[in-house]
Every structure is written in structure tokens, then in C-alpha cells.
Nanobody
Framework: VQLQASGGGAVQVGGSLRLSCVAPGRTFRGYTVGWFRQAPGKEREFVSGIRWSGGTTSYADSLEGRFSISRDIAKNTVYLQMNSLKPEDTAVYYC???????????????????WGQGTQVTVSS
């Protein structure tokens, strides 16, 4: 499954961005889709994930409710709405998909089989 992440950009502190993840020609049915991010010099970290079937979601505790993940079944797209952005949110954001991810492993990067190319998010003060 080839994934395409888009929607990144440069914003000021407090701004918002919406990232999109699509799998051209494929459906996310049966998959869990996750967003991860990696800042320079840091390890890749879990941001949020959603189960396509049922829509169960999960978020990193550090986000403090600022981000929201959703899916559009008709468009076969997963979105990550990011509000109240902070400089520490600056990173490359990756979407990933996995077909057999149990709920307890949803936050683990190695659970995902397919990864997109990443989209840069830069938050300046």
C-alpha cells in the first residue's frame, strides 16, 4: 500500500494545519492508520491513530487535546487536524497503515507495515 501524506507547511505559533493521508487506488478498509512525527535529532514518535473500521482513535498524551484525527470513508482519506500549534510540534509527519494492529500496539511504529513519504510541519514563534 503506497501512502501519500500532504498538508504540511509553515505556520506561526497558535496556527492550525490539516494533514491528509491517502492510499491512491487502494482502500483503508481493514487497516489502522497512524500519524507519527520525527523532529531533527529525535526519535520518531506516535501522534495519533484511527481504526478504519469503527473509527476508534488514539492520541499521544502530550498533545493535550490539540489534535484530532478523522476519516472520510467516501474519500478514503485520513485527516489530522492540528490546532494551537507550538514550536515543539515542528517535525516531519508521516502517515502509516497496518492491517493487523491490536489496540494495545496502535502507538508502536513497528506495528505498521506501510509508510508515506512524510510532510514537513514548521511552527515558528
Amino acid at each position: 500500500v503506497q501512502l501519500q501524506a500532504s498538508g504540511g507547511g509553515a505556520v506561526q505559533v497558535g496556527g492550525s494545519l490539516r494533514l491528509s493521508c491517502v492510499a491512491p487506488g487502494r482502500t483503508f478498509r481493514g487497516y489502522t492508520v497512524g500519524w507519527f512525527r520525527q523532529a531533527p535529532g529525535k526519535e520518531r514518535e506516535f501522534v495519533s491513530g484511527i481504526r478504519w473500521s469503527g473509527g476508534t482513535t488514539s492520541y499521544a498524551d502530550s498533545l493535550e487535546g490539540r489534535f484530532s484525527i478523522s476519516r472520510d470513508i467516501a474519500k478514503n482519506t485520513v485527516y489530522l487536524q492540528m490546532n494551537s500549534l507550538k514550536p515543539e510540534d515542528t517535525a516531519v509527519y508521516y502517515c502509516a497503515a497496518g492491517s493487523r494492529i491490536i489496540l494495545s500496539s496502535l502507538r508502536v511504529a513497528s506495528s505498521y507495515d506501510h509508510w508515506g513519504q512524510g510532510t514537513q510541519v514548521t511552527v515558528s514563534s
